[in-house]
């Protein structure tokens, strides 16, 4: 994985934001578990590509999202507290995700605004009629 991930000089947000996963977890549970991939909805609307993701019962701190010129990359770890013999149908059960997009040429990464609510991330990557200056650049969940 990449260290890049978290090092501010690489975030346009100010101050300090650290996700709960880090990229070392994130191996260890890739090699441990296959887990399928919810659906995702992508708008093409005026101004931006909307991406949407149904993510039922993860707190906004268990994703790390960025992305990586024009390759946008999800990854949720989630870490369940309930007991999984109380539950008498259990598929909300996946502990981890991930998710890579490729987003089309007119796409600007370095602007990208994400949101968790209701279950459901929301992703907004602006649009640019201007050749983007894509690099890695980690996005903020709020």
């Not at 992703?123 to 969940?141: Q, W």
């Amino acid at each position: 994985m990449n260290t890049v991930l978290h090092n501010s000089e690489y975030s346009i947000y100010p101050g300090n934001y650290v996700p709960i996963i880090n990229e070392e977890e994130i191996v260890q549970i890739k090699q441990d578990e296959t887990t399928p991939t919810p659906a995702v909805n992508i708008i093409d609307s005026n101004g931006c590509y909307k991406i949407e993701i149904a993510v039922p019962e993860v707190e906004r701190e268990n994703f790390l999202v960025y992305a990586d010129n024009n390759i946008l990359s999800i990854y949720v770890v989630r870490h369940r507290k309930d007991d999984p013999k109380k539950f008498r149908i259990l598929e909300f059960n996946s502990n981890y995700f991930e998710h890579h997009i490729e987003l089309p040429a007119g796409a600007d990464t370095e602007f990208v605004s994400a949101e968790y609510k209701e279950e459901v991330l929301h992703i907004y990557v602006p649009k640019t009629s201007e050749k983007p200056h894509n690099s890695h650049t980690r996005i903020v969940v709020y």
